[in-house]
């Protein structure tokens, strides 16, 4: 099983769809999760942060679930400019030194 | 926020030569940094963990006398592809944390060909 899990898709889905992403991570003592979103052949660009509370900015919502080892990210009103590949980051050990990034769930939003 | 620079951003190499990728984190100090590979349509996958003033953590799989990393300052790791062969053409990424909220920082990315 690997460490942490994303569904590749791709999701395509037409303007002013909401759309929801999971990851799975398989070690319970991890610290600290992330949402990366990466345009095609350009750097990973911090999303947002995900927090046991849950947290919102804008049209983007995450959530933790340390109980069954997920994360979610929900897009709101997708945008033409929000397709994209979104990675899941899970990080633990001392420090949070090892991280893990999920392989990516690619999205299409199309007019 | 915290800013990270990688340079070059791509480069062209023969087989056999050696080529030196630089990262610098521009306005704070990372006693740590990070390299990454991705290879198309594949995820990042880490290559090691770039340590100040020690050695660099390899990942199980990654040759350390072919991928040289040095961290000599607390803002610049760099890692020097030696040797190079075509199949170590990628997409070679550095991200280093100040340990803040922002998570951790990409430099721009180095695509290498090497033909």
């Known amino acids: 099983r690997k460490e942490v899990e994303q569904d590749p898709g791709p999701f395509n889905v037409p303007e002013g769809a909401t759309v929801a992403f999971n990851c799975t991570y398989s070690?319970?003592?991890?610290?600290?999760f992330f949402w990366y979103r990466q345009d095609c052949r350009k750097e990973p660009k911090l999303l947002m942060s995900?927090?046991?509370s849950g947290n919102e900015d804008g049209r983007f919502t995450a959530q933790l679930n340390r109980a069954s080892q997920y994360i979610s990210l929900l897009i709101r009103d997708s945008k033409l400019s929000d397709s994209a590949t979104y990675l899941c980051?899970?990080?633990?050990?001392?420090?949070?030194?090892?991280?893990?990034f999920g392989a990516g769930t690619r999205l299409f939003v199309k007019a | 926020g915290a800013v990270v620079s990688q340079h070059p951003s791509r480069v062209i190499c023969k087989s056999g030569t050696s080529v030196k990728i630089e990262c610098r984190s521009l306005?704070?100090?990372?006693?740590?940094m990070f390299w990454y590979r991705q290879f198309p349509k594949q995820s990042l996958m880490l290559m090691a963990t770039?340590?100040?003033?020690?050695?660099?953590?390899?990942e199980q799989g990654v040759e350390k006398d072919k991928f040289l990393i040095n961290h000599a300052s607390l803002t610049l790791s760099t890692l020097t592809v030696t040797s190079a062969h075509p199949e170590d053409s990628s997409f070679y990424i550095c991200?280093?944390?100040?340990?803040?909220?922002?998570?951790?920082?990409f430099g721009s990315g180095t695509r290498l060909t090497v033909v």
């Open positions: 995900v927090y046991s």
């Open positions: 991200s280093a944390t100040d340990r803040g909220p922002s998570g951790y920082t």
């Open positions: 070690n319970s003592a991890s610290q600290s």
């Open positions: 770039s340590n100040e003033g020690s050695k660099a953590t390899y």
């Open positions: 980051v899970v990080t633990s050990g001392t420090g949070g030194f090892k991280t893990i």
């Open positions: 306005d704070f100090q990372a006693t740590t």
